[in-house]
Every structure is written in structure tokens, then in C-alpha cells.
């Protein structure tokens, strides 16, 4: 079933000045340790390190610096979308804010883009995308499961403050619910991707885009396969990002112990148009990439009784 945003006036969450209330606010201690309150008349920042009132931090510029009653100092932000969509309630596994960045990139995600996204998970990457498309655009989110959706409802609409007049959220799955045509973009975080790219390639248009978010080196094999074996994607792009911090101090300056390291796979292609069978692939595969269906195991006799051909120059 759909259950449409209804339009209406700019969403309510303002992101710069003063602090109000109703916004959400990291304070952060001289450890770093951060801590995400939303402010309400009356109310206070309780800690084992003292307490702060809320109507202190009301009215305050952001990058504020708040003693508590037990005298530690906590400095006071919004919270940034990156910081925002790794500490909100979860339900599925959050998209990280560097694949984010790299499918709102990748994909080209533009002011006034119609973007189609399966599923919603916890509703970080749709953040992402509704802040790209901007209100004039729209997000088209399918969920398969009624839970999920519930938690990617309430994150998105905590985020801007209500609800955004660019989202549409469906619940069901892509290949049976869709009903958009004329789409520019369509971004897949789903088990299976392959599953739905026929749907996919009636929705695109020519030249939009498809980009599919996957966990493991096996979904990224079938889905850049399948993309390539349907007939109507240009030749996919697949990769990765690895994201390192710095330490930083002084002349102590190394690479920080952890990073954020696999997170998941991006695969893009391009829609041609109707009717356009892609050229050839010029590049010449690894040898046994694509072995014959009759081939054998690798060291067994070959199926049809004849000796193998031996390479003319030895391999290194």
C-alpha cells in the first residue's frame, strides 16, 4: 500500500542560528564523548558529571561551550546529517555517511531529480537523497517490511522537523508496488537487486541511472553480471570506499588504529535507450573467467574425450 507525504510548506527543521525548541543538540564533554538531547522548556541534561538546563542552552548560537552543576564543560551543535544517521534508532542497518556521500555523487543525485530508492531500511540514506533532490523533488521509497518503514518514517520526519514534501514512502516490495515511470535515478539497498531490474529498466529513463548498494562480493558478481545480460544498462562500474581518520598532535602524526573499513559494495550503470543493443566489450577477460558450460574442474580430464590444448608460451 502507498502512503504519499502530502505537500505542503518547507519542512520544519531549521538547520543554522539560534537554538530553538524542539532542536536536537550534541553536547560533546572535553573526552569527546557526545551526547544528543532535544531541547524543552523546563527540562534538563541530566549526567553522572552534573546537570544543564535546557532553557540555558535556548537562545544560545550554536559552538556554545555549557558548564553542568558538577563543573564539566560540554560543547553544544546540531547535529550534522553524517552524525545524525549513525546514532539514529535503527531497524535495518544504516547506509554510512561516506557510501551515502558516494551515491548521492555517483548517482548524480540533483536538485528537482526523481528518485526511486528500495528499500528504506532505517531512512539514513533517504535523508540523504531528499536533502540532494531538494523539495521540488522526489524520493519514491519502498519498503518491504511495515517495521522498518515505521522506523524510516520517524527518522526522516525527526530529521526535518516533519514530514518532507518530496517523500513518498511505500510499503512493498519494487518489482510488484512500482508505479513511477519517467524516473531519473533509482538507487537499490536490497538483498537481491537483480531481481527487480526489469521493473527498474521500464521505470528509467534514457541516460538515468541505477545504483546498486550490496553487502559481499558474491551480490556484487551476480548483480554487475545481470546488468550486463539484460541488454538495456551500459557497462556497470563497481567499487568500493575505505575511509582512514588522522591522529593528529603535534608531531605525533600517524594514521589513526581503526577506520571505517568495508561497509559495502556500489554498483552503477547507465539506462541506454529503447531498443540499443550496447557494443562489445573490447577488454579481453582473464583466462577461465567464463568457462565453457562442457569445461571441467580445474586438473580433470576434459568431458569430451580430448586432451586439452597447452598454452603456446608458459605462464609465469
Partial sequence: MSEPTPKGPATGRVPHGPFRPGDQ??????????????????????????????????????????????????????????????RMPRGAAVVYPKDAAQIVAMADIFPGARVVEAGAGSGALTCFLLRAVGEHGLVSSYERRPDFADVARANVERFFGGPHPAWRLTVGSLEDA?????????????????????????????????????????????????????????????????????????????????????TGFLVTARRLAEGVTPPPRRRRPAKGAHPAPDTPAAGGPATDGTAETAPDTPES
Fill in 178 to 262: 512500482l508505479t513511477e515511470t519517467e524516473i531519473d535515478r533509482v538507487v537499490l539497498d536490497m538483498l537481491a537487486p537483480w531481481e527487480c531490474l526489469d521493473a527498474v529498466a521500464k521505470a528509467l529513463i534514457p541516460g538515468g541511472l541505477v545504483c546498486a548498494y550490496i553487502a559481499t562480493t558474491t551480490q556484487m558478481s551476480r548483480v554487475v553480471e545481470d546488468l550486463r545480460a539484460h541488454g538495456s544498462f551500459a557497462e556497470p562500474y563497481a567499487f568500493e570506499t575505505l575511509l582512514r581518520s588522522w591522529h593528529i598532535d603535534g608531531l605525533a602524526v600517524r594514521p589513526d588504529h581503526r577506520m571505517v573499513g568495508h
Fill in 25 to 86: 543538540v550534541q553536547l560533546t564533554d572535553p573526552k569527546g564523548r557526545v551526547n544528543t538531547i532535544t531541547l524543552q522548556p523546563g527540562k534538563h541534561y541530566h549526567s553522572h558529571k552534573g546537570a544543564i538546563a535546557h532553557d540555558d542552552i535556548i537562545g544560545s548560537p550554536e559552538g556554545s561551550v555549557f558548564r553542568s552543576t558538577g563543573g564539566t564543560e560540554y560543547l553544544a551543535f546540531r547535529p550534522l546529517l553524517a552524525d545524525y544517521a549513525l
